[in-house]
């Protein structure tokens, strides 16, 4: 399928992926004892994973039986972030490695594969749930450069089939922890689905015609298809560079002609040029969606994945003019604890 489905193309909208750069972006009498199979000195497994939603996600589904380690600090720019000298050392003692693939983390991939021990598991979750047919080209990820668009988690339909992965993964590294991988699946895939529930009840608040994004980075690509909203553009100037006059002056009109209320800008990358497109088309510039820095502090209740979404949505919503009290009222507390390492 291609973006013209589900989203109008711009001839302003600026993409830079032409040289954008993805360096970085078992039954038993005991079935849940700590004799696993995996090599963590605890008996439990040792996990790496990449950007903080995919080690919230792992860790809703591991529990305890798994140490899990990941690799890229929040508020990162992951689409370029080069692994340091160290994770090297975390790479080879790891059992499990989850990173998103779709060609975010190439340079973490080929860390990974020189030095995982061979019986490890490399697993690339969104290429594998997402079926080639299915990529998403689009302003930020022009289909002649060959990578697709990788932000399935801002989907939760897509973050369930990232969950469900992650389980049968760590059930076959760890088939003694089978039935303690499958509760917490059931528990994330439940809370999940009610956050997807509380979604779709919220967004009928705004007004019609008004379920439109203009962003900074162009991660909500997935998400708009399956929730039927229409993604105008994407803003990712080349290098993450300021645009040039002309392209602003462009921009501008744009904005103007499609009657844009909000500019949704991202705190990773900030930009002083949607501030002046905001000032000049009279549009508001909201410049604190998350794309992958969960909110709060590692161990609080808000620092997951569902609580990552749940703000983003919310701020969405109440941008374009609804409401979301469906949304604000969901208890994002886990059953299952996150004992994650989030690097900051």
């Not at 040289?19 to 009498?29: G, I, K, M, R, Y």
């Not at 049968?168 to 917490?184: F, R």
């Not at 009840?201 to 690509?221: F, V």
């Not at 909203?229 to 744009?254: C, H, K, S, Y």
Request: net charge negative; proline share 7%; aromatic share 8%.
């Amino acid at each position: 399928m291609t973006p013209r489905d589900f989203t109008r193309t711009s001839a302003v909208s600026l993409i830079a992926s032409a040289t954008f750069v993805l360096s970085a972006c078992s039954d038993s009498s005991t079935p849940d004892s700590d004799s696993s199979t995996g090599g963590a000195a605890s008996g439990g497994l040792n996990i790496v994973t990449t950007v903080a939603p995919i080690t919230s996600i792992t860790a809703s589904i591991a529990g305890e039986r798994g140490t899990i380690t990941g690799l890229v600090p929040e508020g990162t720019n992951s689409h370029t972030f080069e692994p340091p000298p160290s994770a090297a050392a975390q790479l080879t003692d790891a059992d499990v490695v989850f990173i998103n693939g779709l060609k975010l983390e190439e340079p973490t991939k080929d860390l990974a594969e020189a030095n995982m021990a061979d019986d490890a598991t490399l697993v690339e979750i969104g290429t594998q749930v997402l079926p080639e047919s299915d990529y998403i080209y689009d302003f930020s990820f022009p289909e002649d450069e060959g990578k697709p668009n990788p932000h399935l988690w801002t989907d939760p339909t897509y973050a369930i089939e990232y969950g469900k992965l992650i389980r049968d993964t760590l059930i076959e590294a760890d088939p003694d922890g089978q039935s303690t991988y499958n509760e917490n699946f059931e528990a994330f895939k439940a809370q999940t689905t009610e956050l997807a529930d509380a979604l779709e009840a919220d967004q009928a608040s705004i007004p019609e015609g008004d379920k439109e994004l203009l962003t900074y980075h162009d991660a909500y690509a997935y998400f708009a298809k399956t929730y039927g909203w229409t993604v105008i553009g994407a803003i990712q100037p080349q290098n993450f560079e300021d645009p040039t006059p002309r392209e602003v002056a462009a921009l501008i009109d744009q904005v103007k002609a499609e009657d844009v209320p909000v500019i949704f800008g991202s705190e990773v990358f900030p930009s002083e040029v949607l501030e002046e497109v905001g000032s000049a088309t009279g549009a508001r510039y909201e410049d604190t969606l998350r794309d992958d820095d969960l909110p709060g502090e590692p161990g609080e209740a808000g620092h997951s994945w569902a609580g990552l979404m749940r703000y983003n949505y919310v701020t969405m919503i109440s941008g374009l003019g609804g409401a979301a009290p469906e949304l604000e009222a969901l208890d994002l507390t886990s059953e299952v604890p996150d004992g994650a390492e989030y690097p900051q």
